[in-house]
């Protein structure tokens, strides 16, 4: 499968809060740990070898599940059949809750469903659909019925 | 780099609905079109020969691309427009001006980038609407449904800004606009600055010059504005295609079914 490889390797090199050396393990079982510059971008997440300008992949952050592993660790295991997991390990108790949060509401479907909450929610309390003033009120994406399970008097109207 | 292939077929073929899907004609490096059934969801455009196909020929990450109507490459023509140095365009044509309409306005509001502005500015606007609500309706909450989380939670959708996640005033219509007012938009909105937007925290201050990889405007703008300029260009497109209707003759239409 082609991807747009040295567009994503640009994105890879935006600025991103989300940005530190970390611990890193594969999934495979003979996989260590190795000290990785891992970079939060949009639903991808990067990783470096340390010295390195081009990232060695990334990952894209959907249909995951974020789990704390210990008091500074969490890992991220991909939904798929093969169920793989990555983890990561941080300095701090902190660093690690930042990280599982930023991760967590990086991905687009999470920020979907919050969208339509949000739409959902305005609605209600205003009347008003806050899409339609962008044009944007009946794209699929955006719809009611794509994230959030609602009870039939909420959708009503919408 | 290697991209984790198997985390974006499952991700495709998972049950979450797709954004959009049909055919296309994708423009070959040899300027021959090839037809190709294209798959739209989040910010990844998939595609492959058939629909039927498990094969995935390939997918196309959909961020810091301008969307732009290309009639110079033909009828119903438009392009992806990566900028940035030794970055692609690809180029397609759909086959008649409502499937290219459609397509234009898909494209226009799926990156990341773009929701997240969105997702923002609905978080001012429920707010806004909450503070707006007699303090004494208390029984609302109870009828709010399972997703709602401590409030900490849902006024933060900004990607790792760690400022904001800890003081809930950083999406404030107040410093959106001041924010806005330091702005002069020179290029197109769509390119990279406004991606950057999200990842910068509101309170904190903006980095410096040499840090953003293109020249030009400040980071963050009123979304309204990226708004217009989208809707303009949607609006440019469905006028020229009604334009368009009025004065052709019936042209040969191709058939998809």
Known sequence: ?158 | MKLHKKILTHYLSCTSPVDKEGYLYKKKRTATYQRRWFVLKANLLFYQERPADRHLLGVIVLEGCAVRRSECDGQFAFSLVFEGEGLKTYRFAAADGQTQESWLKALLTASHCYLSLLVRDLTRQYEEAQQLECSGESHHSSSVPALRQPSSTFLCPAQGSSTAVRDSRSFSSSNILQAQNRAAAKKSPKLWLRRNAHVTPINGPAPQYGEWPLVGSDPLEEFSKLHDYYGQEVKKVRAEWLRGRERAEVAELIDLS
Not at chain 1, 121 to 139: M, N
Request: net charge negative.
């Open chain 1, 1 to 158: 499968m082609r991807f747009n490889e040295k567009e994503l390797v640009f994105l890879s090199r935006q600025p991103s809060e989300m940005a530190a050396e970390l611990g890193m393990k594969g999934h495979k079982k003979g996989d260590v740990i190795k000290r990785r510059l891992v970079k939060l971008v949009v639903n991808f997440l990067f990783y470096f070898r340390t010295d390195e300008e081009e990232p060695m992949g990334a990952l894209l952050l959907e249909q995951c599940r974020v789990d704390r592993e210990d008091r500074q660790s969490f890992s991220i295991t991909f939904l798929d059949e093969a169920e793989r997991k990555y983890l990561f390990e941080c300095d701090s108790e902190e660093q690690c809750r930042e990280w599982m949060d930023s991760i967590i509401k990086a991905s687009y479907e999470f920020m979907r469903k919050n969208l339509i909450f949000y739409r959902t929610e305005i609605h209600r309390l205003t009347g008003k659909d806050p899409l339609e003033q962008y044009g944007i009120s009946d794209e699929t994406r955006f719809q009611v019925s794509n994230g959030l399970q609602m009870t039939s008097g909420e959708t009503s109207s919408l």
